[in-house]
C-alpha cells in the first residue's frame, strides 16, 4: 500500500516537473517592424484565392513589373 502511494506521489511530482525540464527556453522578443509611409515593403509571400485554387503570391513578383498598393484591414472578418 505504501509503494502504491508512493508510486502515485513520484508519478505526480515528474509529470508537474517535465515540462520545466524539458525545452522551456526564453526567447528574446522580436522587434516589430517599423515602417513609415512610403517606404519600400519588406518582402512578404501570401496565399490568394483566384476562385479555382490557392496559391503563394509574393510582393518581389511584382517588383519592377507592377506598382502594388497596401491595405491592411485590422478587423475585417472579425464581427468586431
Given at each position: 500500500m505504501r509503494w502504491r502511494l508512493a508510486?502515485?506521489?513520484?508519478?505526480?511530482?515528474?509529470?508537474?516537473l517535465a515540462p520545466a525540464a524539458f525545452g522551456?527556453?526564453?526567447k528574446?522578443?522580436?522587434q516589430p517592424l517599423?515602417?513609415?509611409v512610403g517606404d519600400v515593403?519588406?518582402?512578404f509571400t501570401?496565399?490568394?484565392y483566384d476562385g479555382s485554387g490557392v496559391k503563394p503570391v509574393s510582393l518581389h513578383d511584382f517588383r519592377g513589373k507592377k506598382q502594388v498598393a497596401l491595405a491592411f484591414f485590422v478587423f475585417a472578418f472579425?464581427?468586431?
Open positions: 508510486s502515485i506521489v513520484l508519478v505526480t511530482t515528474l509529470s508537474l522551456q527556453e526564453k528574446a522578443p522580436e517599423k515602417v513609415k515593403a519588406p518582402d501570401l496565399l490568394a472579425t464581427g468586431g
